[in-house]
């Protein structure tokens, strides 16, 4: 039995490491991949810290993308602009 991808659209408080992975870091830039459906142009409220991120903050998706597609649904991953 296939579980249906979880759409974030109307969510918009995401952890990092629980509802998303971090992939990388880099000039203001998070790209990141996990099972949330999220859209370009929302606005999204991360939480955790990891290195590069200062104890999360709001953000805002640029791209998102299917990578993969597996018996348990699909793998998104995309880049986000952290909003300072």
């Not at 099972?35 to 370009?40: I, S, V, Y």
């Not at 142009?41 to 990578?67: D, F, K, N, Y």
Request: a positive charge; aromatic letters at 4%; proline letters at 5%.
């Amino acid at each position: 039995m296939s579980r249906p991808a979880m759409l974030a659209a109307g969510r918009n408080r995401i952890t990092l490491g629980q509802d998303l992975r971090l992939l990388e870091v880099s000039q203001g830039q998070l790209w990141l991949e996990g099972t949330l459906r999220l859209r370009p142009g929302q606005a999204i409220e991360l939480i955790g810290r990891w290195p590069g991120v200062e104890q999360g903050g709001r953000a805002s998706v640029l791209t998102w993308r299917v990578v993969r597609l597996t018996e348990t649904g699909p793998t998104y991953r995309g880049c986000c602009r952290i909003e300072r």
